[in-house]
């Protein structure tokens, strides 16, 4: 199995831009997960969707982030306007179920907004 | 709400023994382990479900201690491969599916 798949893996913007990071879970699996990584605010779970639909995302930290799940093999995570504060390490983490089962992380991408 | 992981570094020699300890201040449902190395992303270790749940693989092993609403995660024997940094996840009774990580502990391993 390929992992869990995200794109780009690097992403350098200006501030004001808008930015789209996708994720492609492992087949099979129906739970999906966004987490953002800052060595101040540590790993933290933005949003996760369970058979395509989003169950809780009271981490997303403002209305400048949204998060879709068209289909069960792609997801985004969209943040229009960027900030600098917003850079970051994002991880999209996939899983066969939620609560009782491993999460597999895919190799995250690296944003950075000046 | 966060779990509180202790200590938040240990630097080891190959061959000495460790303990990793992860508590909440709220009942738990499970809790995860992970190992995250410089530049990667977090890969799973183990998941305790029930309280007294004892697992382990090749030398890394955990507990989970319901009542005490904590768990421990022991290496054994430590290896240069085991550096990195070690998160606990929880989820909370009662909550859905929104795991919780602790601050991570670092771990280094010298020769």
């Known amino acids: 199995d390929a992992g869990v798949i995200q794109s780009p893996r690097h992403e350098v913007t200006e501030m004001g831009q808008e930015v789209t990071l996708r994720c492609k879970p492992i087949?099979?699996?129906?739970?999906l997960f966004w987490y953002r990584q800052t060595m101040m605010r540590g790993l933290e779970l933005l949003i996760y969707?369970?058979?395509?639909?989003?169950?809780?995302d009271s981490g997303m930290p403002e209305d400048r982030f949204s998060a879709k799940m068209p289909n069960a093999s792609f997801s985004t995570l969209k943040i229009q306007p960027s900030e600098p504060r917003d850079s970051a390490v994002y991880f999209c983490?996939?899983?066969?179920?939620?609560?009782?089962?491993?999460?597999?992380f895919g190799p995250g991408t690296r944003l950075t907004v000046t | 709400q966060q779990p509180v992981q202790s200590p938040q570094a240990v630097i080891l020699r190959e061959g000495e023994d460790a303990v990793i300890n992860c508590s909440s201040s709220?009942?738990?449902?499970?809790v995860h382990w992970y190992r995250q190395k410089h530049g990667e992303a977090p890969v799973f270790l183990m998941i305790?479900?029930?309280?007294?749940e004892q697992k382990g693989h090749d030398k890394i092993s955990a507990s989970f201690n319901e009542k005490k609403q904590q768990s421990s995660l022991y290496l054994t024997a430590s290896q240069l491969s085991y550096s990195g940094t070690y998160f606990c996840?929880?989820?909370?009774?009662?909550?859905?599916?929104?795991?919780?990580f602790g601050q991570g502990t670092t771990l280094q391993v010298k020769p």
């Open positions: 983490a996939s899983s066969p179920g939620i609560r009782a089962y491993e999460q597999y």
């Open positions: 087949s099979g699996h129906n739970s």
């Open positions: 969707f369970n058979n395509n639909v989003p169950i809780d």
């Open positions: 709220k009942a738990l449902y499970s």
């Open positions: 305790l479900l029930k309280g007294g």
């Open positions: 996840g929880t989820y909370f009774s009662g909550n859905t599916g929104k795991l919780i």
